[in-house]
């Protein structure tokens, strides 16, 4: 009689295991264990190898939550592809800050959000309102996504006036490719935490290129031409005699008849008009990597407040490396950040606070959203020193200058305050003036707080 406990007599190998627990396993595994697995066996290689499966399964696992997997290039592209393609672009989720002086376009903004679509990845500007209320506008920036031929595309929205995809993001790609005046781009990436994004003055291509490309075509050139899309692709750039195929063939279905032809001229003078003047200058972009506050840095992240000209400001707070705090301000277009204020030995006193310290505070008045309506959605009020869990000292100071601070400008020098509330909140003034700034969360919980999408 077989002894149960025996592992001799309870072998069970992985073979053994029904094909979607198998492939659940594996799409837990990184790509390299993944590449060990398949050279263990024939069967082995063959489920790695199966694109539909194995890979829509990695896929699934780590982005079904935030996509639709299988709306991405119109379910035409190799989930391999896909892959590759996200693993790259997921860490563009968030938010993201200019670097440098604006270029020549003048339309460069300060603070963008990369949020995941159905079927498409897009950055929108996050602008404050100018209605003295706590509202954010978000407007389009930059569309990134995948052709149903394997291209990987980005088109720069200028104006911000496209309105976001509905359905397929391949039909919407025929639709801007020809009736919207949107501008191609490519986007490099140098790192995980900057990229740079330039006009692609070269994305359309004559018919040359196409015929070409035709008449050369063969099963193995394909193949290789979708491994250089993988590599050269999701590096920003894009091979032009397959935008050019993409497009005729997007043309030719949109106007039949010989429409597309006229369609696609058209479309060669403005590409024509645009080699004459540049539309977008390469400008670059670095990730706002601690955009919340944390237990041990309650005050860093993203803020906005109200100041005295009742106009919401943005600010980017951050711990340096010798514990102290720096407070910048972000502006719409503005060619540098302005430091708000720095102090290098913060001190932070509990409550109860002295007489004096209340006085400092009672004395003061907050700004606050003049539209009733805000009031709503905003927190309430700071009015009370019972409001208020720790005070820090602020001494601005230039005699220790940070290599961070560079290129800011307007300091404001002179002792002052910061005021954390209980409800995770601060405000901050100094003690030359009478009023007190009130931040408020940007983002909470990955969430974009008070947006008002411009197109709606």
Partial sequence: MANPKDPKECSFSFSDFPEDVQLCILSFLSLPDIANFACTSKRSVSLCCNDTKLWFTLCQRRWGSKTQINKWGGGQITYKLLYKTLTQWENLIGFWRHCGRAGLSGQCPRLIIFEWGPS????????PSKNGTYYVTKSPFLWMGISPDGQIVYFLDLEGQTEIPSGDFGSWLEFVCLDQNLVPANVNFMGKDHFVVEENLNFWHSSKSKDVLRSSSSSKNLIEDSDEVIESGIAGSLPVRFVSEMYMH???RTSPGGGGDRAWRRQRKKEKERQGRRKWEPEHFLKVVDCSPTPDKPLQGLWKGISGDMNLNFYLVKYDEIGGIICQRIGDFSSSYTLVFWTSEPMSMESPFSLEEERIYDDRIHFQ????????????????????????????????????LIGSTGLQHGEGRIWQYMNGTFGFGFLRDHFIIDLKHIIQEGRLLDSVNLLQ
């Fill in 120 to 127: 498409f990845v897009s950055g929108s500007r996050i602008c």
């Fill in 369 to 404: 959203p003049v539209a009733a309506e805000d009031q709503i959605h905003s927190q309430p009020a700071m009015t009370g020193i019972e409001m208020v869990s720790h005070i820090q000292h602020i001494n601005s100071s230039c005699n220790l200058m940070l290599p961070s």
């Fill in 250 to 252: 997007f043309a030719n």
